[in-house]
């Protein structure tokens, strides 16, 4: 469920402005029932200015009234066409030492499973380089022998949703 852009500031506006439950605050700003009433005895939050949900578009009046007269619905946050940032999918460029040893068995799983997959793709999805796919294809890397199949999503070298597309894309060609 999408929550407010500043829930701590959101909170001790509704805190200071509205007769909303403890409960009812902190199941819309997402936060402990305990630390939104710490935030209303003044033991946590000092010096943040409260954020009027009503003026950004995050509430209007009337969800606030019939809350405020039933304690036992939540307040519910209104749709905005203001677009949300969207979480990375890749992860982090740095290859740490561990995970380095297991780049030939999802490169060797790729080259099983979508043999019509472009090098470049491969390059790109795994985070190795060409010659790397080379050698393992014709079996002359320097540690062939050791090399065994791995999903390079089980190996965390990219998403299950890239993955996936891939296989939507590159695995039709390979149909008569």
């Known amino acids: 469920m999408k929550k407010p852009l500043m829930p701590k500031a959101t909170a001790i506006w509704l805190i200071e402005n509205t007769s909303l439950s403890f409960s009812q605050i902190a199941e819309f700003v997402d936060m402990h029932e305990l630390e939104i009433q710490a935030i ?5 939050s000092v010096g943040i200015l409260p954020r009027n949900p009503l003026e950004n578009g995050e509430l209007d009046k009337k969800e606030i009234e019939k809350c405020e007269k039933n304690p036992s619905i939540n307040l519910k946050i209104l749709k905005t066409n203001i677009p949300q940032p969207k979480t990375k ?5 740095y290859t740490p030492l561990s995970k380095r040893a297991d780049k030939p068995n999802g ?4 080259l099983k499973n979508l043999p019509n997959l472009p090098d470049s793709k491969t390059c790109k999805l ?9 050698s393992i294809r014709d079996r002359s890397h320097w540690n062939s022998q050791n090399i065994r199949p791995q999903n390079p999503f089980e190996l965390g070298f990219c998403s299950k949703d890239e993955l996936e597309e891939l296989f939507k894309k590159y695995s039709e060609r390979s149909e008569p």
């Open 40 to 44: 209303a005895d003044g033991e946590v």
């Open 89 to 93: 999918t890749r992860g982090a460029k």
């Open 107 to 110: 490169i060797s799983w790729i």
């Open 126 to 134: 795994i985070g190795t380089t060409k010659n790397t796919i080379k």
